[in-house]
């Protein structure tokens, strides 16, 4: 083998691996084009999920205002009530003159609520 035919198959070398070279950056490239509509819809969904637990927590905040507001309104109607019952003993007082025993259990009921509240 004299120094054309060395210098020839180092040349013939260097052109195959300067050919794998491009086939295996055009394979990466064809890869990367074939990921990106799966890496576009990956990063979209990310947010969204994202968005949907900023919205939880904030159903969760709702839903904490909601049980506040039930507890508030269940006091107010209890004190409803006991005004109510005392309003119906007055009348009854009122009206008979002699309902003295329901008028005390009124008044014990509403100071009882009063000095809870």
Excluded: W
């Amino acid at each position: 083998m004299d120094f054309l035919e060395t210098v020839g198959a180092i040349a013939a070398v260097c052109g195959c691996i300067t050919a794998v070279g491009a086939v295996v950056l055009l394979i990466v490239a064809i890869i990367k084009k074939a990921k990106a509509p799966n890496d576009k819809q990956n990063e979209r969904l990310d947010a969204l999920e994202e968005k949907l637990i900023e919205a939880g927590r904030r159903i969760d905040a709702h839903d904490q205002y909601f049980k506040n507001d039930l507890l508030r309104f269940d006091k107010i109607e209890n004190g409803n009530r006991v005004v109510q019952r005392a309003l119906l003993a007055l009348l009854s007082h009122n009206i008979d003159g002699n309902d003295i025993e329901p008028m005390r259990r009124a008044k014990q009921e509403l100071q009882d609520y009063l000095i809870e509240q």
